[in-house]
């Protein structure tokens, strides 16, 4: 090896990783992040997952993207319901959900 050779480094385990960088991006953690995307057709059914997403989820605020107004209205009413069952479907701890329209 010589001086401008880079310094092998050991390998880190994929969650150490996800964590930090979810960290640097003020995100909750992975295993929450991951349940939400990963099982958010399960908890709010196929017909709202068609129309709304999760985008992401920081210091317990899960922000979510709908696909029109009157998704954002419906969405409203059903709030507390998602927030119930993504805990007990994966112990998220959602201190509330924000729901805006998606850019076109």
């Known amino acids: 090896m010589s001086a401008g050779d880079p310094v092998p480094m050991d390998p880190v385990p ?17 295993s929450q992040v991951g349940g939400i995307f990963t099982h958010w057709d399960d908890v709010v059914g196929e017909d709202l997952a068609r129309n709304i997403q999760p ?8 922000l979510v993207e709908a696909s029109d107004a ?6 409203r ?3 507390n319901n998602v927030k ?3 805990s007990e479907r994966i112990g998220a701890s959602i201190v509330r959900i ?5 850019r076109r």
């Not at 964590?19 to 909750?28: E, W, Y």
């Not at 009157?70 to 969405?75: E, L």
């Not at 924000?98 to 998606?102: F, G, N, Y």
């Open 84 to 86: 119930e069952r993504l």
């Open 98 to 102: 924000e729901v805006r329209q998606k």
């Open 14 to 30: 994929l969650n150490e990783t996800m964590n930090g960088l979810l960290r640097r991006l003020r995100m909750d953690n992975a």
């Open 55 to 62: 985008v992401k989820l920081e210091d317990g605020v899960l």
């Open 77 to 79: 009413f059903l709030e």
């Open 70 to 75: 009157a998704w954002v209205t419906q969405f």
